[in-house]
């Protein structure tokens, strides 16, 4: 989040694709919205079980340390779920990994960060799959 750990990330990703090393990308939709704040999905391209089938954004449990955030989200990649969080936002993105899970499925391949329903339901396919609903932070409770 912001600007600093943005370019710090990013230049970090850079290092490990020139190695050839496993490496994140940066999806160029800042999931802040119009307040432009740097929040950015960072996204890593492969195959096999241990691909995302599944995104969703939920709120981020309150009064919980940064200790037993971490420990929850150790817990849930345990469960075949990956959750990612920032300490200074109020939400949380959960991949589902349900073919390590045994469930089959497929790997998320398009994603769109809408940030109303309407610019949801308006997809050129007609569906909602693959939309990463992202209302405005001030929904959660945070502001800049």
């Known amino acids: ?8 990330f990013s230049l ?4 490990l694709r020139t190695s050839g090393k496993p490496y994140y990308e940066k999806f160029n939709a800042d999931l802040s919205g119009t307040m432009r704040m740097h929040i ?20 981020k449990p309150d009064a919980m ?12 990649t345990a469960n075949n779920s990956l959750c990612v969080y920032h300490n200074h936002l109020p939400f949380e993105l959960r991949g589902e990994k349900s073919i390590k899970a045994g469930k089959g499925g497929f790997a998320v391949t398009d ?17 909602s799959e693959g939309c990463i609903s992202m209302p405005s932070l001030l929904m959660y409770g945070w502001s800049s």
Request: positive net charge; hydrophobic residues 40%; aromatic residues 6%.
């Open 1 to 8: 989040m912001g600007e600093g750990e943005t370019k710090s």
């Open 40 to 59: 950015f999905l960072w996204f890593m391209r492969g195959k096999g079980a241990e691909c995302i089938t599944g995104i969703s954004v939920k709120n």
């Open 111 to 127: 994603i769109q960060v809408v940030f109303t329903e309407e610019v949801r339901m308006q997809r050129s396919d007609g569906t």
């Open 12 to 15: 970090a990703q850079e290092v």
């Open 65 to 76: 340390s940064m200790a037993q955030l971490k420990s929850r989200a150790i817990s849930m």
